[in-house]
């Protein structure tokens, strides 16, 4: 009987940690900046559970009956939160609203669960004893959600189902809660009634929730979707309308397959062209392959290794027919060592040198990217470049995020880099900068291979002019410790927006 009752504590600290990492997850998802969305949505949730454990004072008569009422009711809420929650991003314009309305109506039900369960049981158990299991059980259940999240549920359910599936729990908390505390209940059958339609509800919502995905899905973006996947690092889409394939991460464009090109020509064969002697090439990000696809127009690289943190964007483009055409197979060439990590501490730890390294990151939308920008990072890859190896940054663009994209190159230097500032227009993004970099003097020339549909030899040069809307602006340096970096690009784009 002991070891049920407090079953039933680390089980409700589970599912109320997990409601509060979904919620945390999909907003950092759909909103973007996960520091700021974990850090609100964490403190909302904990200032609720506060409000929640005071109000459990005034909860005074059929504390049995009250506990299995609030755990139906986190059940149903905590349950349906991230299907209700997608569902409001594409159809409502208060999401942000109901997004903190959710958590805090969560918390305050989770924050009621655990001082009405010890007081239900305080006739049972000593205080002391009752104090220190309730709370190892609470504890140990927040360590199995916060290890489930990442590892199991994420990649394996998705928000959804895992939503549906602690909501379940709380249920199923309800529904025996009604056996072990039958002499306190006078109305026992009907609470097990509402249990059984609780748990009912969220069998079909698991049972359904891929098409409940697939409905937000299909009202967030304008074109049919083709696949979606959630990770524990971001949200894949890829849509397609006529024959453009659009590849979007969390909701933000990555690439058009109708102008892809455009942009990855430009990424890679500026720098190449001009190391005929290349042997050995890098990239950072790019899990697509697109960049891959490029570099392996010459014959003379004999290895490129690839670095991106998610595993199932490689092998997604690496075993998906459609994909694969894509980036012409690139991805299963015997040229190709793909490594999953973390591109900063990978490259902290690596002792490999490299003629070229092509850096092909999301745009620095929020501090987890923003370090992949920063001074202490590309001193990192300097570190990894040969005498007179290049690098290339993808650096969002010098007209609608001006001062990023300078930034971007201000913090080159400040790693002790010559810079090489460029740009090309692409259609889907409009015009897009880059930076070349290098611990030598370099110019832009040498042999293009064959093939390319965008970049030539006489137009190589222009790519190197700004105009005086695109001509540098003044911008500080983005450091480990303060990315400026990440502030200018949410500025910036936020005007865009308006």
Not at 56 to 84: D, K, N, Q
Not at 172 to 198: E, H, K, N
Not at 330 to 349: E, G, H, M, T, Y
Not at 389 to 411: D, E, H, K, N
Request: proline share 4%; hydrophobic share 50%.
């Amino acid at each position: 009987m002991a070891f049920v009752l407090f079953l039933s504590v680390f089980l409700i600290a589970a599912s109320g940690l997990i409601y509060e990492l979904i919620a945390g997850a999909l907003a950092s998802y759909l909103l973007g900046d996960s520091v700021l969305q974990f850090s609100t949505i964490i403190g909302a949730y904990l200032f609720a559970m506060g409000i929640g454990s005071y109000l459990s004072r005034f909860i005074e008569r059929a504390l049995v009956a009250r506990f299995i009422s609030i755990e139906l009711m986190v059940g149903l809420l905590g349950g349906f939160s991230s299907t209700i929650l997608f569902l409001a991003f594409t159809w409502t314009t208060s999401f942000r609203l109901l997004l903190y309305g959710m958590v805090l109506a969560i918390g305050i039900l989770v924050g009621l669960e655990i001082p009405l369960l010890m007081r239900i049981l305080k006739e049972r158990f000593q205080f002391k004893e009752l104090v220190a299991n309730v709370l190892t059980f609470d504890y140990l259940g927040a360590l199995g959600a916060s290890l489930l999240f990442p590892l199991l549920l994420v990649p394996h359910l998705g928000l959804v189902r895992s939503a549906m599936l602690f909501g379940l729990i709380n249920a199923l908390v309800a529904l025996w809660s009604t056996f072990l505390f039958r002499d306190q209940l006078p109305r026992a059958m009907a609470q097990r009634i509402g249990s059984f339609v609780v748990i009912a509800l969220l069998i079909a919502g698991m049972f359904f929730g891929q098409a409940i995905t697939d409905t937000a899905d299909a009202a967030l973006y304008s074109d049919d979707v083709v696949l979606t996947r959630t990770t524990p690092y971001q949200r894949i889409a890829l849509t397609r309308w006529k024959d453009d394939y659009r590849l979007y991460l969390n909701g933000h464009l990555q690439f058009s397959s109708r102008d892809e090109y455009r942009y990855h020509e430009s990424l890679v064969h500026p720098a190449m062209a001009s190391r005929p002697g290349a042997r050995r090439a890098l990239v950072l990000g790019g899990g697509d392959g697109l960049a891959v696809r490029e570099l392996l127009k010459y014959p003379g690289l004999e290895s490129i290794t690839l670095v991106d943190l998610d595993p199932e964007m490689t092998r997604l483009f690496k075993t998906h027919t459609l994909l694969r055409d894509l980036n012409k197979d690139a991805l299963n060439s015997p040229k190709i060592r793909i490594v999953n990590a973390d591109a900063f501490p990978w490259l902290q730890s690596s002792r490999d040198l490299y003629d070229v390294a092509i850096i092909d990151f999301p745009d620095p939308n929020n501090y987890s990217l923003g370090k992949l920008y920063s001074s202490a990072f590309y001193r990192l890859l300097s570190r990894s470049l040969t005498e007179g190896g290049l690098a290339v940054v993808q650096s969002t663009s010098p007209m609608f995020a001006r001062q990023s994209y300078w930034c971007i190159v201000a913090t080159l230097k400040a790693a002790g880099l010559k810079t090489y500032p460029y740009h090309a227009y692409v259609p889907s993004f409009g015009e897009w900068g880059f930076v070349l970099a290098s611990r030598q003097d370099w110019s832009p020339g040498g042999q293009l291979p064959e093939g390319l549909r965008f970049i030539t030899t006489a137009q190589m040069h222009a790519l190197f002019e700004f105009p005086p809307d695109l001509a540098p602006v003044p911008a500080e340096v983005n450091r480990l410790n303060d990315q400026v970096l990440v502030r200018y690009y949410d500025r910036e784009w936020r005007e865009i927006v308006r």
